[in-house]
């Protein structure tokens, strides 16, 4: 079975812009979960969903929003960029009370 | 609320070393407990897991038991290799199996 594919993999940007990311769960995977990590404040959850429907968020700005397809592939979407944005966002699909990571999209913002 | 204290790093041991990285949780219900590696440039994989008490997870020679009366689940190596080098996240799935809670993870490095 292929892993969480995340696209892109590295991404610039400047303040003020928006950016879409893409994660692909394992396939039969029906929850998705994404995470920001950055050196200072460690792993710190996003939101998840599960058969497109939004479960859970966590403490972050309406500026951070996501959605999920019928496929269960997920895109969060961050708007107006602020060079605290900088960081790994990993996305997670989860099976069996099982997560999965993938590879993580590295944000930066200038 | 749910939540993952884990030691601080960074953990530097000489290869053959004994390893212990302490974790605490605070949880309601009846969590899943997780031990997930990171290693340079890339996402998080699942070590090992326990689902309740006093269950022993272990991989690759790495182990930790779910301990409910001092809600721990520290992780233990008896003989670390420089391929261990990563970074260690405990972590906690609440009882609805929707969510989980990570610990601000701890850097090992291990020197031959």
């Known amino acids: 079975k292929a892993g969480v594919t995340q696209t892109p993999r590295y991404l610039i940007k400047t303040r003020g812009q928006q950016v879409t990311l893409s994660c692909s769960p394992i396939?039969?995977?029906?929850?998705v979960s994404w995470y920001q990590q950055t050196p200072g404040q460690g792993l710190q959850f996003l939101f998840e969903y599960f058969s497109e429907t939004q479960r859970n968020k966590g403490n972050f700005p309406g500026r951070f929003s996501g959605r999920q397809f019928s496929n269960s592939r997920s895109e969060m979407n961050v708007s107006t960029l602020e060079l605290g944005d900088s960081a790994l966002y990993l996305c997670a699909s989860s099976h069996s009370y099982e997560q999965y990571f993938g590879p993580g999209t590295r944000l930066t913002v200038t | 609320g749910n939540s993952v204290t884990q030691m601080e790093g960074p953990v530097t041991l000489s290869e053959e070393a004994f390893l212990t990285i302490n974790c605490t949780y605070t949880?309601?219900?009846?969590?899943?407990l997780f031990w997930y590696v990171q290693y340079p440039g890339e996402g998080l994989q699942l070590l090992l897991k326990a689902t309740k008490a006093d269950d022993k997870g272990s991989n690759k020679g790495f182990e930790a038991t779910y301990r409910k009366e001092t809600t721990s689940f520290h992780l233990e190596k008896g003989s670390v290799q420089v391929s261990d080098s990563a970074v260690y996240f405990c972590a906690l799935m609440n009882g609805s199996g929707n969510q989980f809670y990570f610990g601000t993870g701890t850097s090992l490095t291990v020197i031959p």
């Open positions: 949880a309601t219900g009846y969590p899943s």
């Open positions: 396939s039969g995977h029906r929850s």
